[in-house]
């Protein structure tokens, strides 16, 4: 028997418009670390706008699916323009947004992406498919890891070049595993599937940091392509030796 829950539909993982934007602009979502590293609100502001139009120009070509809940259900009269005319019973499922909606869609300048509209028709609490953020915007988020290294190259203490974490030591297991250099690089999913079965603190790998842990240990370039899945995994070690 099919149930009221079987009925809604489920999505990969999602993340808010405006976090992305702060790891795009400021490699953080620390709001006291971004503070800190500007003196005015423009030179802030400026980075952030980029990274907005950039997130948007990859919604509107489709590359980035983007998920709502949907009203055409507008609030008391018309309003004199449509680009401001409020919405009210917005659905309790969420869905797919069709990518023709974005064609003509407007935004508010507050809350970036929290809610777009056409003429009749609005979207609210909108999400972003991470995985699909995380495959096209992987250079905008490596960029920063290249700024913290020349931080310390600059005059950091013996203590903090000597600093790591947990992701980053993971990263370096998989590079000795995978004996992974400019010539071997081997393919992302089978490195998606070596760090699910890892664990960091006693937790499993969460399928998003994954993705992002098999992302980062490969070279800019293999995101284009060129090895062949059948090729490289005859390459790779025996998974069942992975260590624990």
């Not at 680009?83 to 064609?103: A, G, L, M, P």
């Not at 995380?134 to 960029?143: F, H, I, N, S, T």
């Not at 240990?217 to 090729?231: D, E, I, T, Y």
Request: charged share 30%; hydrophobic share 35%.
């Amino acid at each position: 028997m099919t149930t009221i829950k079987d009925q809604i539909p489920s999505f990969p993982e999602m993340i808010h418009a405006g976090q992305l934007v702060d790891q795009i602009a400021h490699g953080t979502s620390d709001l006291r670390r971004i503070n800190e590293k500007y003196y005015s609100d423009a030179e802030r502001e400026h980075p952030e706008d980029l990274a907005k139009a950039k997130i948007m120009s990859l919604v509107r070509e489709g590359r980035i699916r983007a998920t709502g809940r949907m009203s055409v259900t507008k609030t008391g009269k018309w309003a004199a323009r449509w680009e401001v005319q409020q919405y009210k019973q917005h659905s309790k499922i969420r869905t797919y947004i069709e990518e023709d909606f974005w064609r003509t869609a407007v935004s508010a300048k507050y809350g970036f992406l929290n809610n777009a509209k056409i003429d009749g028709k609005e979207y609210t609490d909108i999400m972003l498919v991470l995985e699909d953020c995380v495959a096209e915007l992987r250079d905008d988020l490596l960029a920063h890891d290249g700024e913290s290294r020349a931080d310390t190259q600059d005059g950091a203490t013996e203590a903090e070049r000597n600093y790591s974490t947990p992701y980053v030591d993971l990263m370096w297991q998989a590079i000795e595993h995978f004996k992974i250099t400019e010539e071997n690089q081997p393919i992302k999913e089978i490195l998606v599937e070596w760090f699910l079965s890892q664990e960091i603190e006693g937790q499993k790998v969460s399928k998003s940091n994954a993705e992002y842990l098999a992302s980062f240990v490969r070279l800019p370039a293999s995101r284009l392509g060129g090895n062949r899945p059948w090729k490289v995994r005859a390459l790779q070690p025996n998974h069942d030796d992975s260590p624990r």
